[in-house]
């Protein structure tokens, strides 16, 4: 189950009603393998509140005793006295939005941290969580070089345990940074750039001993994180604050269609609901099965291991990866080009398709999509 979007203490019990009622069925049987605790700032929250809400999952579900309980932990200083706070609470795996290692790329970033205390924060956690520290890093910066984003990387490589994750920005509107790029005071990131900072990235990750198991993410002594590869296996879970979203069939209910449930984002209105309701859920769609067979695709793709052809049937007993891929011209031009492989093993990515995915996916689903149509649903 991913969990809370836990924010500060004046919520204190919300998010635990919003656990025991996340469904109108109980969530008696599910076996929860993974809790999350993402999204904003949760390690602002107090070690109570996270303590709080695992024992209401433990008994509202059954929590494995050797679940995964990952924090994202923003590394100010108020946030590195606490780590050992949330250790005792449960958190076994800690995620830290370091980001960069640049105070003026920090300040671009809009973050509340230096550099200074984003690596004393990697070094406390490293203490606290050893082998079970993440590090999530942001390249394509306005301004930022391949060798000035090359030269923070090496230095976090000393510095580092056994998990990072690489994210390219995003520029959003309403952001200052947004606003500074489009009035052309800062210079926008060249497409051919970002690739060679990721290129260079994924390289320099590979000789330091990392496996990368995802698109955006790297570990070594197999420290992967079981959250959210369980995610991109297209495992059910359940999201729980305001904007989490959740994939599961519910329960009890008689359905047997997969939902797709939102969380009312804004979070005074979701704790509002909460309080008045039990829940926080603003919108509930039913996945079909190719909507379902769609996100397994675009995930599953995402990882070094790609889909097995037994994992897919789960989903599609009806249309094997053979039969929805195997006859393609389009599907056997990437598997030419090097990008793609489709074999006894599964469908998966090459490690020069894995830095191209996107561009893959179009031809895939459309492919997908027809032979659907064709095979299972002949009109
Ligand atoms: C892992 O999953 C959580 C939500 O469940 C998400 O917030 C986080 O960004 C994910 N991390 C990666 C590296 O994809």
């Known amino acids: 189950a991913h969990l809370p979007r836990t924010r500060a203490a004046p919520w204190q019990g ?6 025991r009622r996340v469904s109108p069925q109980p969530l008696g049987g599910w076996w929860v393998h993974s809790v999350f605790f993402g999204g904003g700032t949760p390690s602002l929250a107090s070690p109570l509140t996270i303590a709080a809400v695992l024992e ?12 995964e309980v990952t924090l994202e932990a923003n590394p100010t200083s108020a946030g590195a006295s606490r780590l050992a706070g949330f250790r005792a609470a449960g958190v076994n795996r800690l995620s830290i939005g370091i980001q960069s290692v640049d105070d003026a790329e920090l300040q671009l970033l809009g973050r509340d941290h230096t550099a200074d205390e984003a690596l004393r924060t990697l070094e406390e956690a490293k203490k606290l969580f050893p082998g079970r520290t993440s590090i999530d890093l942001i390249f394509g910066l306005p301004g930022q070089s391949v060798a000035s984003w090359a030269r923070g990387l090496e230095r976090l490589l000393q510095l580092c345990d056994d998990h990072v994750s690489l994210y390219q920005l995003t520029l959003e509107r309403g952001t200052s940074l947004f606003k500074l790029v489009q009035q052309g005071a ?7 750039m970002l690739a060679e900072m990721y290129e260079v990235a994924r390289r320099m990750l590979q000789d330091a001993g990392f496996r990368q198991y995802e698109v ?10 079981t959250h959210n590869l369980s995610y ?5 879970y359940i999201g729980i604050g305001p904007g989490a979203h959740g994939r599961f069939v519910p329960r009890g209910s008689g ?16 704790m509002k609901e909460v309080l008045a309701w039990g829940h926080g859920t603003r919108k509930r769609v039913a996945q079909n099965p190719l909507d379902v067979l769609e996100e397994i695709l675009a995930l599953g793709l995402r990882t070094d291991v790609g889909i097995a052809h037994q ?15 195997g006859a393609s011209e389009e599907v056997k031009e990437l598997e030419d080009q090097g990008l793609l492989l489709l074999d006894h093993r599964g469908l998966r990515c090459s490690w020069r398709g894995l830095a191209v ?3 893959l996916l179009p031809t895939l689903l459309n492919q997908l999509q027809q032979t659907w149509a064709d095979r299972v649903s002949p009109t």
Not at 186 to 192: A, F, G, H, R, S
């Open 186 to 192: 800062l210079p926008t990131p060249e497409q051919d």
């Open 14 to 19: 919300a998010p635990c009603s919003g656990a």
């Open 232 to 236: 991109w296996q297209g495992s059910q």
């Open 56 to 67: 209401t999952v433990s008994q509202c579900a059954r929590l494995a005793a050797d679940a």
């Open 357 to 359: 995915l996107d561009s």
């Open 311 to 325: 994992h897919w049937l789960q989903f599609a007993p009806s249309l094997s990866l053979w039969d929805a891929f």
């Open 216 to 225: 955006s993410n790297f570990a070594r002594n197999g420290a992967l994180s």
């Open 255 to 270: 359905a047997s269609l997969r939902e797709a449930r939102i969380q009312t984002l804004e979070p005074d209105n979701w």
